[in-house]
């Protein structure tokens, strides 16, 4: 049973804390957001931190919720329940922390992906570091719970580790095929070499102008081009690019129903699809990569299918920002392709991944724009 105290029972905690001038003064002088929580995980005191930042609501009506609910989660309303009972909180690293303190009675630190609704229709992502301690005191079961938003920090360390190793090594490419440029006079190994030197350049180019894009979209002033566009031309292009860039040698099987075209906006749909392919390549430990296009309706389906499996833990944070498998500076290739594929292509991206079959992301699409 997820109990919780009335709101008589909440405003009563609250005025206990708010009579000790000491702690009003210790807290509102934090630059972050400090809470106090009962043992029932619901806020009874809170400062003013980072309040425009994250876009909390006033204090009176933050009093009682549970921090996953202060900070709109979108996964804070699908259980009666609220913050704290749904599957996604059991990855949640601000949930655990709450739970770590109160069965080890010990200071805490943990890292939490927040995806929170703006306006009911979009969502904006948060990278948060969490400080949860016992709060001592009159009230010995009351949790300390700090909060500071360390999103530039997770994105200085993607823009690190894009420039300092992506980049460097396609750059790096790029100069030897020129190089040996210099060391042949046979005209078609010239050729095949300057082809070799200007795909990988346009392969640096092409993750600076992602990176941009990227910045764009989550301003939510990215700009779109609709266009008629040949699907499986798009998608032989996505192919040739992931083949060349990726650094295991992969084999894309490519299936389509129909030549099929489609009204959307090439330079963002292409990236969708990129990064689909490329996700799938890397989890595919060498084997084949299927993708397939097919009419579904009104629209189109696009399915990327490899044979490795996401466990469950995996499964709840895929889309998070900065989530990711594969270390620090990673984690936006699922975020974006659910940006871009959703909020700018008017698309649906959704996944399915088991032991049996391993794992296919689904891109549904419209044919037309409207």
């Not at 005025?15 to 106090?36: R, T």
């Not at 006079?185 to 941009?212: F, Y």
């Not at 008017?346 to 419209?366: D, Q």
């Amino acid at each position: 049973m997820d109990s919780r105290l009335s709101q008589k029972q909440i405003s009563r905690q609250s005025e206990e804390l708010a009579q000790n001038s000491a702690i009003q003064g210790l807290f509102h002088l934090l630059p972050y957001l400090v809470l106090v929580l009962n043992k029932e995980r619901q806020i009874i005191y809170s400062n003013n931190g980072l309040l425009q930042v994250l876009g909390i609501v006033p204090l009176h009506e933050r009093l009682g919720c549970r921090p996953g609910e202060m900070l709109r989660c979108i996964h804070s309303s699908k259980t009666p329940g609220g913050c704290g009972t749904t599957p996604y909180c059991t990855v949640c690293g601000a949930n655990m922390a709450i739970l770590e303190v109160q069965q080890t009675g010990q200071s805490v630190y943990r890292e939490c992906l927040l995806t929170a609704s703006a306006d009911g229709r979009q969502t904006q992502s948060h990278e948060l570091s969490i400080h949860a301690m016992p709060a001592g005191g009159a009230n010995p079961e009351a949790i300390l719970f700090m909060i500071r938003d360390i999103s530039e920090e997770k994105r200085k360390k993607v823009l690190e580790q894009l420039f300092l190793h992506d980049l460097l090594n396609s750059a790096g490419a790029a100069r030897g095929f020129m190089e040996l440029t210099h060391m042949t006079e046979n005209l078609p190994e010239l050729q095949e070499l300057c082809g070799c030197a200007k795909d990988a350049v346009e392969l640096i180019i092409g993750e600076i102008q992602g990176q941009r894009d990227l910045l764009h979209a989550e301003k939510g002033d990215l700009a779109v081009n609709p266009e008629t566009i040949s699907l499986n031309a798009l998608i032989r292009s996505a192919v040739d690019t992931v083949q060349n860039a990726v650094e295991l040698p992969i084999d894309i099987d490519y299936r389509w129903d129909e030549e099929l075209d489609l009204v959307s906006d090439r330079v963002l749909l292409r990236r969708v699809v990129t990064n689909m392919l490329k996700n799938a390549a890397e989890a595919s430990g060498g084997q084949t990569v299927h993708i397939r296009t097919a009419r579904q309706g009104d629209g189109i389906a696009i399915e990327v299918r490899n044979s490795g499996y996401m466990s469950r833990e995996v499964q709840l944070q895929l889309f998070k920002r900065s989530f990711s498998t594969k270390g620090e500076g990673r984690g936006y290739g699922t975020y974006g392709m659910k940006l871009f594929g959703e909020r700018y292509l008017k698309g649906k991206i959704r996944f399915v991944s088991t032991p049996e079959s391993g794992t296919a992301f689904t891109f549904l699409l419209p044919l037309e724009w409207n």
